[in-house]
C-alpha cells in the first residue's frame, strides 16, 4: 500500500501564514512529482505547486511569490509554505505524488485525504 497524509491545515488571518506537510509512506520504489492541489467551495480543484525530483518548482499564477514548495526526498516529504494568505486561498489541500512502487513499473499518481485551510478577513 501506498498512503499520503498531510498535516497543518487550520484556521489563519488574512496576511497570516501556515505550513502544509505531506509524508508519503509504504511500497515505494522511487517518486517523481509532488505536488499540491486544492479545491475551494463551489469551485474544481486546481494545481496549487508542483516539485520534480530534482528540486524544479512549478506554481499556479495565483500563488507566485506567496507560496513556496520544497520535499525531503530522505523523509518521503513535500511542503507548501503558505505566506500572505488570502481569503480566495480557503480550500481542501490535496497532496499527489507521482511514484513507482517497484523499479521499472509504470509511475502512478497517489493523493492524500486532504486538508482543510480556512483564511479569514
Known amino acids: 500500500q501506498v498512503q499520503l497524509v498531510e498535516s497543518g491545515g487550520g484556521l489563519v488571518q488574512a496576511g497570516g501564514s501556515l505550513r502544509l506537510s505531506c509524508a508519503a509512506s509504504?511500497?515505494?520504489?522511487?517518486?517523481?512529482?509532488m505536488g499540491w492541489h486544492r479545491q475551494a467551495p463551489g469551485k474544481q480543484r486546481e494545481l496549487v505547486a508542483t516539485?520534480?525530483?530534482?528540486?524544479?518548482?512549478n506554481y499556479a499564477d495565483s500563488v507566485k511569490g506567496r507560496f513556496i514548495i520544497s520535499r525531503d526526498n530522505a523523509k518521503n516529504t513535500v511542503y507548501l509554505q503558505m505566506n500572505s494568505l488570502k481569503p480566495e486561498d480557503t480550500a481542501v489541500y490535496y497532496c499527489?505524488?507521482?511514484?513507482?512502487?517497484?523499479?521499472?513499473?509504470?509511475?502512478?499518481?497517489?493523493w492524500g485525504q486532504g486538508t482543510q485551510v480556512t483564511v479569514s478577513s
Open positions: 509504504g511500497s515505494i520504489f522511487s517518486i517523481n512529482d
Open positions: 516539485v520534480t525530483s530534482g528540486g524544479s518548482t
Open positions: 499527489n505524488a507521482e511514484l513507482r512502487r517497484r523499479a521499472l513499473w509504470p509511475s502512478y499518481n497517489y
